[in-house]
């Protein structure tokens, strides 16, 4: 799908630490990376180059010099596509920009709608929530408090998978956006990987499934990689075997038609090595550690 507009203006607020160990490595234990701003923005950087995208202009609110410095490091060559505003308050990345993605962290709504004169540079604009646990109406009491009720807004949870284009997205299906809005933002999120519309009410179970996936698959790999590692593989064969083993299973279930009974059948031949693997899963009780995970993470959501 084409994007609506023409010229865009996106504003990410949020947006500053992305992998700055490797050039910071005395950085403190609690400075955390800071990654789905920047994740986003690399990834539309990267899908936007082309001649016939859209005009799209960046802008991003960071509150240091030194988050400035990074993003510079970790944006390269596109450092010079981005706006960045550093210090200051957020009033002046949101003012020229049609889009504002609220990238900070779920804590962090009160202060930073607190900011005078923010909600009201929020009108008529496309707000697109990245704060995962804070509902719709959680947000809209944020803003509405200083008296501002026609807001459009999204509430969307990508992966850090937009980097690289390869988002696995939720958003939300609320009434609080315009039709046009809607497109606009079917079209950004289309840029960075699959989209699935759900629900509002089932937006923090859905949230708290991918994540449970993303802590399943850094285990599995982990562990896959340890113990061929072991049987003797080099480690670099041994992850790349793992990881493109399963996202060649994944691509199975999602693009070819197959289902998880399916593709046991089609792999598991009489005195297979397959159908071994998954008895002795079985008996290491690997099912219910997986399923019991995801319960306890949708439990957990439930319960912030
Ligand atoms: N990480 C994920 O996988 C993921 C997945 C889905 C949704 N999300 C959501 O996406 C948002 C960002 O996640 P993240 O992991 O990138 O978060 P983060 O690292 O904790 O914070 C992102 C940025 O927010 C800014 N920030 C921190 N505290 C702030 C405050 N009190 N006021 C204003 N700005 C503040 C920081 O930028 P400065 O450098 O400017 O200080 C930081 O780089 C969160 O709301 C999270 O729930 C994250």
């Not at 993303?214 to 793992?242: C, F, H, Q, W, Y």
Request: glycine letters at 8%.
């Amino acid at each position: 799908m084409a994007c609506p507009w023409q010229n865009v203006h996106v504003a990410v607020l949020g947006c500053g630490k992305e992998s700055p160990s490797a050039y910071l490595p005395n950085l403190a234990a609690d400075d955390r990376l800071g990654f789905m701003g920047t994740a986003i923005l690399q990834g539309l950087l990267n899908k936007t180059r082309q001649d016939d995208s859209p005009s799209i202009r960046y802008t991003t609110w960071v509150r240091s010099q030194t988050s400035s410095e990074r993003l510079e490091h970790t944006l390269g060559d596109d450092w010079k596509r981005v706006r960045c505003v550093a210090g200051g308050d957020a009033v002046q990345a949101v003012v020229p920009a049609d889009i504002v993605i609220l990238g900070f962290p779920p804590g962090a709504l009160q202060s930073v709608f607190a900011t005078p004169g923010l909600v009201g540079a929020l009108r008529r604009k496309l707000i697109i929530s990245l704060l995962a646990g804070v509902s719709y109406s959680q947000l809209q009491a944020a803003m509405s408090g200083t008296g501002s009720p026609d807001l459009s807004l999204l509430r969307v949870i990508p992966s850090i998978g937009a980097k690289i284009n390869d988002s696995v997205t939720l958003i939300a299906e609320t009434a609080a956006t315009t039709h046009q809005h809607r497109q606009v933002a079917v079209w950004m999120f289309d840029q960075l990987g699959q989209t699935q519309w759900l629900p509002e009410s089932i937006m923090d179970e859905a949230t708290a499934t991918g994540a449970a996936c993303n802590a399943l698959t850094m285990v599995a790999v982990d562990a896959i990689v340890d113990a061929s590692v072991a049987e003797g593989i080099p480690r670099p064969a041994a992850l790349k075997l793992a990881a493109a083993s399963l996202r060649s299973a994944a691509g199975l279930l999602l693009d070819g038609g197959m289902t998880p009974e399916s593709l046991k059948e089609s792999m598991s031949v009489p005195k297979g090595i397959t159908i071994n693997s998954v008895l002795d899963l079985e008996r290491g009780h690997v099912r219910s550690a997986i399923s019991d995970a995801v319960r306890h993470a949708i439990q957990y959501t439930r319960d912030m």
